[in-house]
């Protein structure tokens, strides 16, 4: 209803909620945290950070229809600043006229950017809570995307397991929370 009375797609909607999470956890990072391990083997906040300005940096390229094979991870030398560029650079592009129709080839076959968007929001999600755990802050995720993340990746089952993608669902344990239980299911430990 809010989608349609803002003359905003639900992809869009859902993933812009996304990024302002992931924004709000790199506004409260501290800069002497982004060497720091985060839950992504083998990834430092800075690695998760590079990831997303290249999530962002696509899918601007998406908006304007140029293909792309994969987000660039290129560590920046101002993590904040290079995430701020990025950052209202895809905002910006997201609000081009007919941007969301913008049709191109993106990692998982080619589709329109506000289909892309429909289903990739769930990575800003999930790297909301490895940045806030990589940088030693409270993971505030919305329990909203957190419930509709945890439906999509049960229905999804293995489809999004490889390398790239998710790891394969660890355990929450009885009784885990709404966010454990999603980040289970993601692949990282909760532990």
Not at 47 to 68: E, K, Q, T, Y
Not at 70 to 81: I, K
Not at 121 to 130: R, S
Request: negative net charge; charged residues 20%; contains cysteine.
């Amino acid at each position: 209803m809010v989608a349609t009375v803002l003359g905003m797609s639900k992809s869009l909607l859902t993933y812009t909620k996304a990024l302002y999470g992931f924004d709000a956890a790199v506004q409260r990072a501290d800069d002497t945290s982004w060497s720091n391990a985060s839950p992504c083997d083998g990834w430092t906040a800075a690695d998760v950070l590079a990831h997303n300005i290249g999530m962002n940096n696509m899918i601007s390229g998406f908006c304007a229809g140029i293909d792309s094979k994969g987000p660039s991870h290129e560590l920046p030398d101002d993590p904040a600043g290079a995430w701020k560029t990025s950052f209202d650079g895809l905002l910006d592009a997201l609000d081009t006229k007919g941007a969301l129709h913008s049709v191109a080839r993106t990692p998982w076959g080619e589709m329109p950017t506000g289909k892309f968007l429909g289903f990739a929001w769930i990575d800003p999600v999930i790297h909301t809570w490895d940045l806030a755990k990589a940088t030693g802050q409270p993971a505030v995720l919305d329990a909203e995307l957190v419930a509709r993340g945890t439906k999509q990746l049960e229905q999804a089952g293995d489809s999004l397991v490889g390398p790239g993608r998710f790891e394969p669902a660890t355990q929450a344990g009885s009784g885990a929370d709404p966010v454990d239980a999603f980040v289970a299911l993601s692949g990282r430990s909760v532990s």
